[in-house]
């Protein structure tokens, strides 16, 4: 079983930036598509980011390209989410999905228990 541990969330003003991380452990990390999601309160979860395994390809949802950026080391079991220019639009509970065979979606196998995002105006 693969055990996934989302950490660097926290509070951050409009256009600032944040880093989170995503520790996984127990299946073999290089073998893994990863990706971020997150859930507002009251909004259906959604896509953020994905990476692949063999390639490193990453996919963003729209709203984001160009201010986040997803990357992994395989050598750290760690995938990352740099957040740029953050907006009050990007305050959700943040988690971290994987799967073996695929990009993650919603109904990704692997989940961590989330880390909050809070964009100030």
């Known amino acids: 079983q693969v055990q996934l541990v989302e950490s660097g969330g926290g509070l951050v003003q409009a256009g600032g930036s944040l880093r989170l991380s995503c520790a996984a452990s127990?299946?073999?990390?290089?073998?893994?598509?990863m990706g971020w999601f997150r859930q507002a309160p009251g909004k259906e979860r959604e896509f953020v980011a994905a990476i692949t395994w063999r390639f490193s390809n990453t996919y963003y949802l729209d709203s984001v390209k160009g201010r986040f950026t997803i990357s992994r080391d395989n050598a750290k079991s760690t995938v990352y989410l740099q957040m740029n220019s953050l907006n009050p639009e990007d305050t959700a509970v943040y988690y971290c999905a994987a799967d073996y065979y695929h990009r993650p979606t919603s109904q990704a196998t692997y989940w961590g228990q989330g880390t909050q995002v809070t964009v100030s105006s």
């Open positions: 127990g299946g073999t990390f290089s073998s893994l598509h």
